[in-house]
């Protein structure tokens, strides 16, 4: 089993419409929570961080995380093509002793306009 | 600006030759690490370093070596690239300590023929 697992999509939405992106994991250990935004032909970029259960805001970005059922979501609100982009996340954490950071596979949002 | 830049965009190699992959970032950041992006399969971490001539094994080094003689740069080395070392390879660096951002370059897609 993946130490995280996120839907790779892809995940094709039109305009203006409201995207859920999520992923789960099985590590008890992380306390760490990001959102990374890869553009085509780029690296990627962190989007938001958040730190144990809650929610946090940013424009029209709400990173959330449910630390009892271990599950994160990015919600993107009033979606642009701009906001068409691989979307990772990625939480670290101490294991065995040793910080560690592992990233989920990213999933390919596409929004039409 | 942040900037972590990589020596090459494309890169084509034939089976068994050595390939290096330079990356300098100038924020005067202490880690460094190199990562390979695979459909499917995320980023996994190859090595990384905190700090100059320090290095660590990360998740899937076998069949790379790294090196760090400047704060600056970290080079990724294939001592013998193989076809499935085909892949992006990304730069990243963040500052000391375990939750600090990483900022990635701009990738280098590596084909081995």
């Known amino acids: 089993q993946k130490e995280v697992e996120q839907d790779p999509g892809p995940l094709s939405v039109p305009e203006g419409a409201i995207v859920s992106l999520n992923c789960t994991y099985s590590n008890s250990a992380f306390q760490y929570f990001m959102w990374y935004r890869q553009y085509s032909r780029k690296g990627p970029e962190l989007l938001m961080y958040t730190y144990s259960s809650g929610n946090k805001e940013d424009g029209r970005f709400t990173a959330q995380v449910d630390k009892s059922s271990k599950y994160i979501s990015l919600f993107i609100r009033d979606s642009q093509p701009s906001d068409s982009a691989t979307y990772l996340c990625a939480m670290s954490g101490e294991i065995q002793g040793a910080q560690k950071l592992v990233f989920g596979q990213g999933t390919r949002l596409t929004i039409n306009p | ?113």
Request: aromatic fraction near 12%.
């Open chain 2, 1 to 113: 600006d942040v900037k972590v830049t990589q020596s090459s965009r494309y890169l084509v190699k034939r089976t068994g030759e050595k390939v290096f992959l330079e990356c300098v970032q100038d924020m005067d950041h202490e880690n460094m690490f190199w990562y390979r992006q695979d459909p499917g399969l995320g980023l996994r971490l190859i090595y990384f370093s905190y700090d100059v001539k320090m290095k660590e094994k990360g998740d899937i080094p076998e069949g790379y070596s790294v090196s760090r003689e400047k704060k600056e740069r970290f080079s990724l080395i294939l001592e013998s690239a193989s076809t499935n070392q085909t892949s992006m390879y990304l730069c990243a660096s963040s500052l000391a300590g375990p939750y600090n951002e990483q900022f990635f370059g701009p990738g280098t897609r590596l084909t081995v023929l």
